[in-house]
């Protein structure tokens, strides 16, 4: 079945350092790629997803490619902020036609000032 | 109501009770799912309810688990005879039925449940 493996964390950056979270994936065909964050006491909200290979999501200065030769879809920014500390997570669809997601361990972000 | 709503936020239980955690999703969203937070094991796929029916329950851990969804709305998740592995964050999400490449969830906050 499809699965993902991301990198693990904790992540721990300083204000406006460049960001990058690995996450590769194992599946059948080309799905939907996602990535989620969870803020702290928050539920998990998408951040962006891409739908094709070559494609590039992209919101909140947070971008992902979503590059089939190396099945992978790495998370980054090029500034981060205090503010965007957080759990991410990658994810992709499971198989069936349910709509469930996939997800990775999800990697914790820590920026400091 | 405006968002997912999971009830309780936090649930202390000892080990071998029962729990109930319930999950109020958006209006009119007739998909919902269950998944499960624990530390170091990232969220896995519980059960996926389609309206009132239940096409996938393949992630549900053992035959403790159970989950039900009533008048197409509310839905609840029940551990029998909890174990201290149960203990996890319990998120519930809903969408709009539609193409799967939209996939437009959203999650409740959460039930952490601590088996004591």
């Known amino acids: 079945g499809n699965s993902v493996t991301q990198m693990e964390g904790p992540v721990t950056l300083s204000e406006e350092a460049f960001l990058t979270i690995n996450c590769t994936y194992t599946a059948t065909g080309y799905p939907s790629l996602f990535w989620y964050v969870q803020y702290p006491g928050e539920g998990l909200q998408l951040l962006l997803k891409a739908t094709k290979a070559d494609d590039k999501g992209s919101n909140k200065g947070f971008e992902a490619t979503y590059r089939k030769e190396t099945t992978s879809f790495h998370l980054e920014k090029g500034s981060v902020q205090v503010s965007d500390s957080a759990v991410y997570f990658c994810a992709l669809p499971g198989s069936g036609n349910t709509g469930k997601l996939i997800f990775g361990q999800g990697t914790t972000l820590q920026v400091k000032p | 109501g405006a968002g997912v709503s999971q009830s309780p936020s936090n649930k202390v239980t000892e080990k071998g009770k029962d729990v109930e955690l319930r999950c109020d999703p958006i209006?009119?969203?007739?998909?919902l799912y269950w998944y499960r937070q624990s530390l170091g094991q990232g969220l896995e796929f519980l059960i996926y309810?389609?309206?009132?029916?239940?096409?996938?329950k393949s992630g549900l851990p053992s035959d403790r688990f159970s989950a039900e969804r009533t008048g197409g709305s509310v839905s609840t998740l029940t551990i029998q005879r909890t174990q201290q592995e149960d203990s996890a964050v319990y998120l519930c999400?809903?969408?709009?039925?539609?193409?799967?490449?939209?996939?437009?969830?959203?999650f409740g906050s959460g039930t952490r449940l601590t088996v004591v």
């Open positions: 999400a809903s969408r709009t039925s539609g193409g799967f490449q939209n996939y437009g969830y959203t």
């Open positions: 309810f389609q309206g009132n029916s239940a096409p996938d």
């Open positions: 209006s009119g969203h007739t998909a």
